[in-house]
């Protein structure tokens, strides 16, 4: 999958998930959201990923988070 692919998927542009990807000042849901949406990708390929190192646990978790954007993918402008 190309960026320019997640980046259509996600209505955003190449550059902001570059920034994503980056964590160059984007908002705390952006990288979650990111991960959910690549997450959801391999799944239903049936694809098993490797386990994330920092974005662990479910988003739902973490009182400092959104869930409604993280659940509704809207990317920070």
């Known amino acids: 999958m190309t960026i320019e692919h ?3 998927d996600l209505n955003t542009s190449v550059q902001k ?3 994503i990807l980056e964590l160059d000042h ?3 849901e952006d990288p979650w959201i990111l991960k959910e949406y690549l997450s959801n990708k391999l799944q239903s390929q049936g694809i098993i990923g490797y386990p994330y190192s920092k974005l662990v646990g479910d988003f739902r978790d973490y009182w400092f988070l959104d869930t409604k954007k993280i659940a509704n993918q809207q990317l920070s402008k």
Do not use: F, G, L, R
Request: proline share 11%; hydrophobic share 55%.
């Open 6 to 8: 997640v980046a259509i």
């Open 26 to 28: 984007v908002s705390p």
């Open 17 to 19: 998930i570059n920034q």
